[in-house]
């Protein structure tokens, strides 16, 4: 409750929302279910692309870069159809929701067939991940992205013209007939200052301006990006958003690694966000960004499974704590607590969902309880039930995940797609080269 732990809580639900919220009330109130653990408010995957779960274990052979591991990403982009991308995107927004995860963020650009073509529906792909997520019983932000070029100055390569609408007003065009729904928030995206020639970021930020919808933006991964941004405009990624309004609070920075004392403090004043996504970040061996200083310059912090190397969104939680660490050489950056609202409130205050991520009457009854009595997690005074879950614990210890009031996951099994293991192996041996 708050940001505190509390033993014996009953929370009331009615109509996919939390009613009341009652401390100490002893034995189980009639027609109530026992939530055995640590009950905390539903996880947010700030950061998602779904299709990279089919590069799980593919990618861990051989040496290389960010780079080389893209070209093996594109190989999966380019075999992906709307029914083969549902059927994976429904696998993993079902093992999402094992891992207490009830709203995902997914940064959306995979919008068109092979060469460019658009679908008879122009948003089949987007549409494939809205039903998947309705299927397997999460919320989600679909982060329409703008994806229109190369590098700077260079047109899209073969693999990326699925990605082009060619330009920000037919990007604009096709994401506006996108209509939310109970379980979607539409939302905006620029792939990257790469991704969109500055002269068309202003489009897209008006656009998410226009709807106060959430705008992310890939940020800074890479230093690659950084020196051909410097060659091309002489400033920094972070400088040229600013310079073409895309900064601000209701946009959040993805990766925010390779920063300049001038960016953090560009990004903390205009409250822009910052998504981390530590275990990604390690993977691809991006470095170490700087998350303490953002969040003390004024950026709230989000995280994501971004690549889904795992989808662990307590593993990204402490993983930030022990970059920081390394980096740093000293410990406590945050308190469990802190992590958890990075995991949790300021997730959904980044995907547009303001009224959850607490247990307090009005917000959606969205939450998931932690085992306390696995192999990993007993042990411990039930006061460090925070500090257990967030420093010892793993998606493997989640129990129970409910949306809207609806059980989704009870007792480690999901409600509404029976076998998620082999839902994944069959979606993944579909895009098998
Ligand atoms: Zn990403």
Not at 25 to 41: C, I, Q, V, W
Not at 171 to 195: N, P, Q, T
Not at 307 to 316: C, G, N, P, Q
Not at 389 to 396: K, L
Request: aromatic share 4%.
């Amino acid at each position: 409750m708050g940001d505190h732990v509390a033993a014996g809580v009953a929370v009331d639900v009615a109509d996919g929302r939390i009613t009341a919220v009652r401390q100490d009330t002893g034995a189980l109130p009639p027609g109530a279910e026992a939530l055995r653990g640590l009950t905390l408010p539903g996880l947010a995957n700030a950061h998602s692309h779904a299709f990279h779960r089919a590069l799980r274990g593919a990618v861990q052979v051989g040496t290389g870069t960010f780079w080389t591991w893209r070209e093996v990403m594109y190989g999966v982009a380019d075999r992906l159809t709307p029914e083969t991308y549902h059927a994976l995107a429904r696998a993993t927004y079902a093992e999402m929701a094992l891992a207490g995860i009830t709203v995902v963020g997914e940064f959306h650009y995979l919008h068109h067939a092979p060469g460019g073509t658009p679908y008879a529906d122009p948003n089949a792909m987007g549409e494939a991940l809205i039903t998947a997520a309705a299927e397997a019983g999460i919320r989600i932000t679909l982060l329409d992205t703008a994806y229109l070029s190369s590098g700077f100055g260079q047109p899209p390569n073969q693999h990326q013209l699925r990605f082009s609408d060619g330009t920000a007003e037919a990007w604009a065009e096709r994401s506006s007939l996108l209509k939310e729904r109970d379980h979607l928030r539409i939302g905006a995206a620029v792939h990257s200052v790469r991704a969109v020639p500055a002269g068309q970021l202003a489009a897209v930020a008006r656009w998410a301006e226009e709807r106060r919808a959430p705008l992310h933006v890939h940020l800074s991964e890479q230093t690659a990006e950084n020196d051909a941004c410097l060659a091309a405009h002489g400033c920094t990624p972070t400088q040229l958003l600013a310079e073409h309004g895309v900064l601000g609070p209701r946009t959040t920075g993805v990766h925010n690694t390779h920063l300049t004392d001038q960016d953090i403090s560009l990004i903390g004043s205009t409250s822009t966000g910052t998504c981390m996504c530590p275990t990604t970040e390690r993977d691809l061996a991006d470095g170490i960004g700087p998350a303490a200083a953002l969040q003390r310059a004024g950026s709230p912090l989000s995280l994501g499974s971004d690549s889904h190397a795992v989808i662990d969104l307590l593993e990204e939680a402490r993983a930030m704590e022990l970059n920081e660490r390394l980096r740093t050489r000293t410990r406590g950056h945050w308190t469990a607590a802190a992590l958890l609202r990075a995991a949790s409130a300021d997730g959904h205050a980044a995907l547009g969902w303001d009224d959850a991520g607490a247990l307090e009457p009005g917000a959606l009854a969205d939450f998931t309880t932690v085992a306390l009595d696995s192999v990993r997690t007993a042990g411990p005074s039930p006061r460090l039930a925070a500090e257990t879950a967030v420093f010892a614990a793993s998606a493997a210890d989640v129990r129970h995940t409910v949306v809207g009031g609806r059980h989704v996951v009870r007792d480690g099994v999901h409600t509404l797609v029976p076998d998620v293991p082999s839902a994944l192996a069959a979606a993944v041996e579909a895009l098998r080269d």
